[in-house]
């Protein structure tokens, strides 16, 4: 992640949010809608606590802006905010948002043991397109 700069799009996803100190993406694997990770852009860390003060509150104030955006357009039920690094050790976040047609309520989200499909690319555009213009 520290060496792929700040592109516009990703094998996994398409950017919507440049901030301050982040980056998010919508992802391409059709795996929940709105499904976001959020990419820290500063310095190489691989944890929250590695931040200074300063940092992490730009860092987690770019996070929840990030779910707002998602919250007003997609009205989810509830977001869940993962931070894991267990793969790819570099501060990120995923957002999931969650919905009143969950697989698998009161659980963390069921994720796919398998490399899923993408989402249907008109989608995809579609939602980058309104968060962007929810976030400018």
């Known amino acids: 992640m520290c060496r792929q700069g ?39 860390v691989a944890e929250p606590t590695e931040l200074s003060p300063t940092d992490a509150s730009a860092y987690w104030l770019e996070v929840l802006r990030v779910a707002q955006a998602l919250e007003t357009q997609l009205k ?35 994720f796919p043991d398998h490399e899923p499909l993408s ?3 008109a989608v995809l555009q579609a939602d980058a397109e309104g968060l962007r213009t929810l976030l400018t």
């Open 6 to 44: 700040r592109p516009d799009e990703t094998r996994w996803g398409v950017r919507f949010f440049a901030g301050r100190v982040s980056d998010a993406y919508l992802q391409r694997a059709n795996i929940q809608r709105g499904y976001t990770v959020v990419v820290w852009r500063g310095r190489h």
């Open 119 to 121: 989402i249907d690319a």
């Open 76 to 110: 989810p039920v509830k977001m869940n905010y993962n931070v894991l690094g267990n793969s790819l050790p570099h501060l990120h976040t995923h957002l999931i948002p969650r919905y009143a047609d969950d697989p698998r309520p009161s659980w963390p989200f069921p």
